[in-house]
């Protein structure tokens, strides 16, 4: 043990030393913090933190500086990852002092294809169904069916979308889906839906057309538009929309219609199955 | 003055921290995703690493070397950068919101940053006086931001590249970071 070793142990103390009090320092006599930024950190907590961006703010932390500010936002533009989650919507609830039950409605996303159609032509190009799209209205006989290259599967943040390879048709698992909407802008088809997820049942089909178009028939187990549907529901759980030519099934009410199922000629009206 | 040119050109394009020293590799591909991730990033390290500099620069040869235990230099470092980047992220929290949102959330990425203490190792060795080191350091924040800013452009567009599903991700971004380092070497007869 010579002086040396002395040295080294006093000076590096002394550094460490110098460096914990500065810290103190700063933190002592630096102005308080903003009380807005303790709120969103707090508020941060409860988001889900993927990133995901549906609610139209590039982050979740800058969600949360929003809600900070004005917590209408959570109503006027929910999270609807949040909104999934009773437990921590009720949190953070609490933590606002807000009363959120009525706006817990858990939304589900849909696709409205069975994917049965046949093949028109073979596609090689590249894997998108947005640029598929562009080439006569997709390869498959069908010009409104989902052309399955997965375009909603890569946004999804949950990865609750697979593609069925043998149909080529995106599944919704409606088990992982958040209900975010990620997806719906991606379909070039917008065969892409968010409807609640009470909703017990879902059209599988999207030809809109009322005609035939040459060549371009509907699958075999697509819409024919012949209303047995509405017929069958008696207190009026299937409607039809005359814009687009298919039953609608109303998303206020979110009742089941296990009449018109059954009556389908096409059993093209899928349960949901939770 | 045409010796802190060089000094400033030197650590930017030929000595650059990433691409010729394989120093920040994990930022250089952790948040070379986006371009506005990458410039916040990259100013955040100009910061950290001008004032790691200097402050390692006066313990260096103020207090190690006096004592004679320079080679007591990697932890007094360490220990001095880590605080340096506490303070820093508490001073721009207290005090600019809107500068905390863009860098707060990098700073303590670059508290434990290799490209930092590899700066502060480069001044101290190469024996450069206080003005040189500020010079250097600089220098070095430029460069390291330019490859990122550059390589978070290019990860921008392989992201709708066609690219083979086994190279998707992180192994074509190091095959782009080859190339870009073979085109750096282009700048070595510089200075």
């Known amino acids: 043990m010579d002086s040396n070793a002395l040295i080294i142990i006093i000076s590096l103390t002394l550094v460490g030393l110098g460096c914990g009090i500065a810290i103190f320092l700063a933190n002592r006599f630096l102005p308080e913090e903003d009380k807005q930024l303790k709120k969103t950190e707090e508020i941060s907590k409860y988001l889900p933190g993927a990133n995901c961006g549906a609610c139209g703010q590039p982050g979740c932390f800058a969600y949360a500086g929003e809600v900070a500010k004005n917590s209408d936002i959570l109503k006027k533009s929910p999270c609807m990852q949040l909104m999934n989650d009773e437990k921590k919507l009720k949190e953070l609830s609490e933590y606002l002092g807000l009363d959120l039950s009525g706006s817990s409605t858990k939304k589900i996303a849909v696709v409205h294809c069975s994917g049965d159609s046949e093949i028109l032509f073979e596609y090689k190009g590249i894997n998108s169904c947005k640029s598929a799209s562009l080439l006569s209205a997709g390869y498959k006989k069908c010009p409104f069916g989902c052309l399955g290259f997965g375009d909603c599967a890569a946004v999804c943040p949950v990865n609750a979308i697979s593609i069925d390879q043998k149909k080529k048709v995106a599944v919704v698992d409606p088990k992982k889906c958040i209900g975010c909407g990620l997806c719906v802008n991606e379909c070039p088809f917008q065969l892409i839906e968010i409807i609640p997820a009470e909703m017990p049942q879902y059209l599988a089909c999207n030809y809109l057309s009322k005609k035939n178009i040459p060549n371009r028939e509907r699958c075999s187990i697509g819409c024919i538009h012949c209303r047995l549907c509405v017929k069958a529901s008696e207190k009026g759980e299937v409607t039809w929309d005359e814009q687009k030519d298919l039953p609608y099934f109303d998303p206020e009410k979110c009742v089941s219609a296990s009449a018109a199922i059954d009556k389908c000629p096409k059993k093209v009206i899928f349960p949901i199955n939770k | ?45 100009i910061m950290v690493m001008m004032a790691a500099s200097i402050v390692s620069w006066f313990l260096y040869f103020h207090l190690l070397i006096p004592f004679g235990i320079g080679y007591m230099s990697t932890v007094i470092f360490i220990l001095v950068i880590a605080s340096l980047v506490q303070i820093l992220e508490l001073t721009i929290r207290r005090t600019n919101v809107t500068l905390y949102n863009s860098l707060g959330i990098y700073l303590p990425l670059i508290t434990t940053n290799c490209a930092v203490l590899g700066i502060t190792f480069i001044n101290v060795r190469t024996g450069y006086n206080l003005i040189e080191t500020i010079v250097s350091a600089l220098g070095a924040g430029v460069g390291f931001t330019l490859v990122l800013a550059i390589m978070s452009g290019i990860r921008e567009r392989l992201e709708l590249a066609d690219i083979p599903e086994s190279f998707k991700g992180i192994p074509v971004a190091f095959l782009v970071a080859m190339m870009l380092g073979i085109c750096f070497i282009a700048f070595s007869g510089m200075v």
């Open chain 2, 1 to 45: 003055m045409d010796n802190l040119f060089a000094i400033f050109i030197s650590m930017a394009l030929i000595n650059n921290l990433v691409l010729s020293k394989f120093l920040g590799l994990c930022p250089f591909f952790g948040v070379s995703k986006k371009l506005s991730n990458a410039i916040s990033m990259g100013l955040a390290v």
